[in-house]
């Protein structure tokens, strides 16, 4: 938990009067440890920080913590507004010959990257783990979605960056060419939730595309960040292309948009805000990943079996901190109780854990604020009545920040559960009886992040899909299916953000379009002789013919 989430968590619990509700028993089972578990003092040593902390521009010192225990994981350098300058200083120094590099030497790097990721998964997993509380399985959606992506730009960045001929204002005449010039230092703000996939995952396009990249990882899981880019250097990424600041975001953050010739950033749509006004005032573009509350919707005809287990991944993954998770979930009326049943049945078996190896399904929330926020959401919608079929509980048996999975009926407002973000493992059931109620109901929302629908008539599927005001639409699966076809553009409507990351958008927005246009033989202008008025009739007799020819 960064200083921010502490303050605004006990600002929070200093001024809810709301009663605490009475404890609850739990009821999901605890994953075992196997036997010789590492712990965080055997994966994170003074060494290995020494290592991943080479470069990093800060002259005061920070720490981070590890949800499953609470205690220190490593102490780190701190940046102040000058070291941030600093790095953008360095990375603007060192982009020039980096854009020089062919793009071809560019994306091989990024294929020997995904090699080292995939063989030394290990360590990364271990420091994913600590950093954010995962499960291992869901630990490693973020390994495979970084190799996805660095498969796909080392692969495809040719294509997408190769200068692109165009008809000119008159064919033969004008030859056109679009060039992509890289925009320079991307400035990259990235989440805790996902520290590798939202840290280097975006970063990949940028660093392909031949800009430079100063990156503010969230300081509480700045050690997967620093990883990934001790991998890239290790690739063959020139050091100083890559730089890391550390610190807090209401302080480095606004530096970071303050010096940045672009800027990407993945987080809360408020904070978002004041990252785009910033961008705004100096006229640099941004991309912006923000929140969701995203609707999944069981039609009638689908597999009920399924979906409950399409469910609890859509619902539970990352312990529902996951900005394309399933927090609003409508199920159609002929098959609601048969749906809940089997949903409540795998929610409550699955098991909780904290230790650094696969076996659990679920691990712990991150920090306090995290932790505070579910628990008023879920308490304040059971005295208001509504119907709580799983979970509900903390689990300080496992750990201090770990919450059982919790599944809520009879939800409506003005429960908060039911329009903010929780950002946690809780999911509101539905029932609905037509389908176009539904849509309009799941399209209620100042978001439009994600959606999932389940049916077992794929048509059916694809027009409801269609009518969803949401940037993904998953059939029979939750979020990971679009997710994960990174040829095709991902990212929110409304209030969940601007811009696209993965295909061709994902590495387009880190370049600038440049038009060169080369005129032979005659300008366009009177020549050879004409007056204005030949001119004019020429160009005249052109147009038309163009049309005619069907030109674009």
């Not at 250097?233 to 606004?254: K, N, T, Y």
């Not at 076809?485 to 590495?507: A, C, F, W, Y």
Request: aromatic residues 6%; proline residues 5%.
């Amino acid at each position: 938990m960064t200083d921010t989430q502490a303050t605004e968590s006990a600002t929070a619990a200093a001024t809810d009067s709301t009663p605490e509700a009475p404890a609850r028993p739990g009821t999901n089972p605890v994953a075992p440890a196997p036997a010789g578990a590492r712990t965080a003092a055997d994966v994170v040593t003074p060494e290995i920080v020494a290592q991943l902390t080479r470069g990093v521009v800060g002259s005061g010192r920070t720490a981070n913590h590890t949800p499953f225990t609470g205690e220190r994981l490593a102490e780190l350098p701190e940046s102040t507004p000058e070291d941030v300058a600093e790095a953008f200083r360095r990375a603007r120094a060192a982009q020039p010959a980096w854009a020089a590099v062919p793009v071809r030497k560019r994306a091989a790097v990024l294929l020997r990257f995904h090699d080292l990721v995939l063989e030394r998964q290990a360590e990364v997993l271990d420091l994913i783990q600590l950093e954010t509380g995962k499960a291992r399985l869901h630990a490693h959606e973020e390994v495979q979605a970084v190799a996805i992506a660095a498969r796909h730009y080392g692969r495809r960045a040719s294509a997408y960056l190769r200068p692109k001929r165009h008809t000119g204002a008159v064919p033969t005449l004008t030859k056109v060419t679009e060039l992509r010039q890289p925009r320079g230092v991307v400035g990259q703000i990235a989440p805790w939730n996902y520290p590798l996939e939202l840290s280097v995952g975006d970063a990949l396009p940028a660093f392909v595309a031949g800009n430079a990249v100063v990156m503010k990882p969230d300081t509480e899981t700045a050690l997967t960040a620093l990883w990934a880019r001790d991998l890239l250097i290790e690739a063959g990424l020139p050091a100083e292309v890559f730089q890391v600041v550390i610190g807090e975001g209401p302080v480095v953050g606004p530096e970071v948009v303050k010096h940045a010739d672009y800027v990407s950033f993945t987080g809360s749509t408020r904070t978002g805000r004041e990252v785009a006004q910033g961008a705004a005032a100096r006229l640099v573009g941004v991309s912006l990943e923000l929140g969701g509350k995203n609707a999944m919707l069981v039609l009638r005809d689908a597999d009920v079996e399924k979906a409950a287990a399409g469910a609890v991944r859509a619902c539970f993954s990352s312990a529902g901190q996951l900005c394309i998770s399933i927090e609003r979930l409508y199920v159609h009326e002929s098959i609601a109780d048969a749906f809940i049943e089997r949903f409540a049945a795998r929610t409550k078996a699955m098991r909780l854990g904290n230790a650094l190896a696969y076996g659990a399904d679920m691990g712990s929330l991150v920090g306090e604020r995290q932790l505070e926020t579910v628990t008023r959401h879920v308490d304040e919608a059971v005295a208001k009545g509504a119907g709580l079929v799983a979970g509900g509980v903390a689990r300080p048996d496992i750990g201090p920040l770990f919450y059982e999975p919790t599944i809520l009926e009879n939800v409506q407002e003005p429960m908060a559960v039911c329009t903010e973000e929780t950002f946690g493992p809780v999911v509101s059931v539905y029932r609905f009886t037509d389908e176009d109620e539904v849509v309009e109901r799941a399209n209620a929302t100042a978001y439009g992040l994600n959606a999932s629908v389940w049916t077992k008539d794929g048509r059916r599927g694809h027009a409801v899909a269609a009518r969803l005001r949401a940037g993904t639409v998953n059939i029979n699966e939750g979020y990971a299916s679009a997710y994960g076809s990174v040829q095709s553009p991902m990212g929110g409507m409304k209030d969940s953000g601007l811009g696209r990351r993965h295909g061709s958008e994902g590495i387009l927005k880190y370049t600038e379009a440049q038009t060169v246009a080369h005129q032979r033989i005659m300008p366009l202008a009177p020549a050879f002789g004409m007056d204005d008025e030949k001119y004019a009739a020429f160009m005249s007799f052109s147009l038309k013919a163009m049309k005619t020819l069907r030109l674009r």
